[in-house]
């Protein structure tokens, strides 16, 4: 197979990708128990204290499915959703903060929740890794074990406990830290920046913790698996130094799992938001996908699920785009 | 040298220590701390704080009804009155129809921009909320209500309603929490035309003594800065504001919340779970609840929380099921198990108040007392506080936390349903269901019975633990409970579409106030009922009331003053229906778990110093603002 032909028969497969998760995206709010015309009309006969008429209410709802593109049937909404999302890119006004618009609301949340996950996300890949390479590299030695041991120590707590008592740690028996965060806003200047990352440090943290134990632990049982290899022995009887097989022999070949690890979870840094969000009062996107779903707020979810959609699928690309330049055994033809 | 060094040094530790001592917290919002006061946001972070045009959805709690906004009238929570506010006195009444009336405003008041309120922003406020009725999300009420209006001068104008209008004064003033009138500045809003109705209004000019000096673009918090000219604002006239700042802010889950609050971070919680409270207040004696003694929290909510029951739906169409039902209940055991006997029962179908107490349950308490099943079975215990105090004295709590003499019925309530399982058996028995060889009840034809129950999840902590404990009661006294949570989103679903529901927590229909049972109970109507079958969204009546005698009242009620005594016979008669064939259980008054932290500012309402409610989610929050006062705490 040429170049051209490998990329296009990526390329195909991530739009098809893209435009099955996008159908799925339009059909599953339709699916959940909620109708957010009913439910923004119950609202506001319940503040009418039950003073509006049937027929008011009538017209109210002719004129919230006007506003909110739910008109027609679901295939004539179906058509003019694909047309919005993929010609215009624009997802509308919210449901439950109409008149906002859906991007405005993901523009201001998104680099809040891309700033803190994805550096957290990169660090615990790098810093996991590295320690899992020792440890599996020299895994007959006792200090290999100890580090192993940090791994198998992090990596079962489950998030919310471990963030709690990071929390309690380091905010409120020695308060380093904010308990709950205040951000600066207006012009940014660099006490703001300073301020930024200071009150971000206690969520990062975390992250890292959270997500450190398991690139332990699957680099390490890696990197074990590639010393037994034939070609690092081999290496080994050639007299290269352990540096040199470590990290040209052993870490290439274990590398490439991980790679396509990181490239996942970075697409799925979307969904992995809102708990970190709560803990710590932080701001992004997690807390707008949050009050979409329980609102039924269709247009908001759109948003941040084609987000999320895209980018899942474009990492998957990445992936198989840059994998051959990774590894020598996989080539264009 | 040495006492030279030491001289030097004593100086130093001097400068610090008396530095330190005239050091001023500062808050991270930039404020003086002893001059802030920090408040908990009621619904947590906001995403759409820049949203604050009234007329739409906006960022409703970051303290605009509170601080910002002003009404017409406005409402003394401690007593249930109205009272003027941006009008010069009480309504006048132009017609004996009550559907015209005269409105003269307050001269001297002033917008947060410096330009003049008059009744040209009244005038335009109505006409734009009449003019895009369909557009504007939260104009409905003013909408539905006004028919037409005229300005007289500058200060004066008059209005005609669509209907008779004996509520006028807190229809378009304050009820309860807040005015569904919220008056927008001409000068501001008209020269924006028809983008009136997506304009965000950021940074809102207001008319209340504070004006927004900063949000947080992400909804974590709001800073209100008090204005200079605070006296001639839309409330100027009700005292002077003794905070120079209020900062709304979410401090996070109820865990980060409960440390912060330990820490003097904030001054005021919103619902706090009980556990919590006690954790607080244990680790830091300046943290203290609503009362000294049980049941420590507010019981003051213009709601109730009851068990709502699809009348429609067989078997809950029969009162002998929906009465075996509250018998089987056991309250005490419910109200220990899920609030650690923090609440107030109440067995009509409304909150008992100091408010509504003297109107509704001192009256009705003899009725109760007599009021018989078919069988002769009198089901009401007027010993239900008694016992439960005995209950929790017994249980180890110590005496000092528990009321006595008058004050364990004004703690726990007049009285509930008596506890009889067996009572509960022979009314299912009398309709042919009996317990299967599973323990428990069948339906007639003897096929299971599973009732499903729907309770909030995560979202109302309290609410949902009590729940779990009603499910508990029930299934112990036979009953196959499905208990199902359900999100926030779905809550109004649910209920609004409960033709596929069975049994829920609600308290939609149970806020009354004051002698206006008007607001809940306008909707048993006919008009509302939908048929039994029908799985079409309920916008209104979701208990799905058809008792002909309450439409009746209802309609006749519409012609008379809300504080005629005809009317207030009116609506006992309502509860009494209702609690004759047990239409709802009504369970406890909402409790309302406020606790406060008086390190920097201290005269906060409670129980023995109530003067108003204690909610900073209630426009009534002003009235906390003018009475609390600095510790000096710096």
Not at chain 1, 142 to 165: D, H, T
Not at chain 2, 38 to 61: E, H, K, L
Not at chain 2, 549 to 563: E, G, H, K, M, N
Request: one cysteine or more; charged letters at 15%; a negative charge.
């Amino acid at each position: 197979m040429g170049v051209f032909a490998y990329v296009a028969k990526r390329f195909g497969l991530y739009l098809a990708v893209l435009f099955i998760g996008l159908t799925i995206t339009f059909l599953l709010p339709r699916f959940l128990p909620i109708n957010p015309v009913d439910g923004y009309i119950g609202q506001i006969q319940s503040r009418a204290n039950g003073t509006l008429t049937p027929e008011a209410i009538a017209e109210m709802r002719v004129n919230l499915e006007q506003l909110y593109g739910l008109e027609g049937d679901i295939f004539t909404q179906y058509l003019a959703y694909l047309k919005r999302v993929v010609i215009d890119f624009d997802f509308g006004p919210s449901f439950t903060y109409y008149p906002a618009e859906v991007s405005t609301m993901i523009t201001t949340a998104l680099p809040w929740t891309l700033g803190l996950l994805l550096t957290a996300t990169i660090i615990a890949w790098l810093l996991g890794n590295m320690v899992g390479l020792v440890a599996g590299y020299f895994h007959k030695k006792r200090a290999a074990s100890i580090l192993e041991f940090v791994g198998i120590l992090l990596y079962p707590i489950p998030y919310y406990i471990l963030a709690v008592s990071v929390l309690l740690l380091l905010a409120y028996i020695f308060p380093i830290f904010p308990l709950s965060p205040t951000f600066p806003v207006g012009e940014m200047t660099w006490p703001k920046v300073g301020m930024i990352i200071y009150n971000s440090l206690l969520p990062a943290i975390t992250l890292v913790l959270a997500g450190f134990g398991w690139n332990i632990l699957s680099m390490k049982a890696l990197a074990v698996a590639t010393t037994e290899e034939p070609y690092v022995t081999y290496a080994r009887l050639k007299g290269t130094s352990n540096w040199t097989r470590m990290t040209r022999y052993v870490f290439r070949n274990a590398l490439l799992p991980q790679v396509t690890a990181l490239a996942l979870s970075l697409g799925m840094i979307f969904n992995g938001a809102l708990l970190t969000e709560i803990i710590f009062s932080y701001p992004g996107i997690g807390l707008i996908m949050r009050t979409a779903a329980t609102g039924g707020d269709y247009n908001v979810l759109y948003g941040a699920i084609t987000l999320s959609i895209l980018a899942v699928a474009t990492a998957g690309l990445v992936i198989d785009l840059i994998y051959p330049l990774l590894d020598p055994r996989i080539r264009h033809k | 040298m040495v006492r030279l060094g030491r001289t030097l040094a004593a100086s130093v530790l001097g400068a610090l220590m008396s530095t330190t001592a005239f050091a001023q917290t500062m808050t991270d919002v930039g404020t003086p701390r002893s001059e802030t006061l920090i408040v908990q946001t009621f619904d947590g972070r906001a995403a759409n704080p820049s949203a604050q045009n009234p007329m739409n959805s906006y960022a409703i709690w970051r303290g605009f009804r509170e601080l910002g906004w002003s009404w017409l009238w406005e409402m003394d929570t401690a007593t249930g009155q109205s009272y003027p506010e941006l009008a010069a006195g009480p309504v006048e009444v132009l017609n004996d129809e009550q559907t015209k009336f005269r409105v003269t405003l307050r001269e001297g008041v002033y917008w947060s921009d410096g330009v003049e309120f008059t009744a040209d922003d009244v005038i335009y406020s109505l006409e734009t909320y009449l003019k895009y009725r369909s557009q504007l999300g939260r104009v409905a009420v003013v909408a539905n209500f006004v028919k037409s209006w005229t300005k007289v001068d500058d200060y004066t104008f008059e209005v005609e309603t669509n209907r008779p209008s004996y509520d006028f004064q807190t229809v378009m003033g304050v009820y309860t929490w807040g005015s569904q009138f919220v008056i927008v500045p001409k000068h501001i809003f008209e020269p924006l035309g028809d983008e009136v109705v997506t304009f965000q209004n950021t940074n809102a000019v207001t008319l209340g003594p504070y004006k927004i000096k900063e949000f947080d673009p992400n909804g974590s918090w709001q800073l209100w800065e008090l204005r200079e000219d605070w006296e001639r604002s839309g409330w100027g006239n009700l005292g002077e504001p003794k905070p120079k700042f209020v900062l709304y802010k979410d401090f996070g889950a109820e865990e980060t919340r409960a440390l912060a609050f330990v820490q003097n971070q904030y001054d005021v919680d919103t619902f706090m779970s009980p556990d919590s409270i006690d954790a607080a207040k244990a680790r830091n004696p300046n943290v203290e609840s609503f009362s000294p003694t049980f049941p420590y929290h507010d019981m003051n909510d213009a709601c109730s929380y009851g068990v709502y029951i699809n009348l429609q739906r067989e078997p809950y169409d029969k009162p002998e099921v929906r009465w075996a039902l509250a018998l089987a209940l056991n309250m005490q055991q419910v109200g220990i198990s899920s609030m650690s006997g923090q609440f107030k029962a109440g067995a009509l179908p409304l909150a008992d108040t100091p408010i509504t107490n003297p109107l509704y349950y001192a009256p009705l308490q003899s009725w109760l007392e007599e009021l018989t099943l078919e069988d002769g079975y009198k089901p009401y215990n007027t010993n239900f506080a008694t016992e439960l105090n005995d209950a929790l004295a017994s249980q180890g709590v110590d005496a000092t936390q528990l009321p006595t003499g008058d004050a364990i019925e004004q703690g726990f309530g007049m009285g509930w349903w008596k506890h009889d399982p067996a009572q509960a058996a022979k009314l299912l028995e009398s309709v042919g269901m009996t317990k299967g060889a599973d323990g428990f009840f069948t339906r007639e034809d003897g096929s299971p019975w599973v009732i499903e129950f729907v309770i909030p999840g995560d979202w109302n902590k309290v609410i949902q633990r009590i729940g779990f404990s009603i499910a508990d009661s029930w299934r112990q006294a036979g009953f196959n409970i499905n208990t199902r949570q359900v999100d926030n989103g779905e809550w109004t679903t649910v209920q609004n579409t409960n033709s596929r529901n069975e049994l829920m927590i609600n308290w939609a229909q149970s806020c009354t106030y004051n002698s206006n049972w008007q607001n809940s109970w306008r909707q048993f109507a006919e008009s509302y009922v939908l048929p039994p079958d029908s799985t079409d969204a309920l916008v209104g009546n979701f208990m799905r009331v058809t008792d002909q005698r309450i439409f009746d009242i209802v309609t006749d009620s519409a012609q008379l003053p809300t504080d005629d005594p005809q009317f207030l016979e009116n609506g006992r008669s309502i509860a009494k229906y209702l609690v004759e064939d047990m239409q709802m259980i009504n369970l406890m008054n909402i409790p309302t778990t406020i606790p406060t932290n008086k390190t920097y500012w201290t005269n906060f309402p409670k129980q023995d110093n109530f003067y108003a409610a204690p909610y900073t989610w209630w426009s009534s929050f002003k009235q906390t603002v003018v009475n609390i006062e600095p510790t000096g705490q710096q």
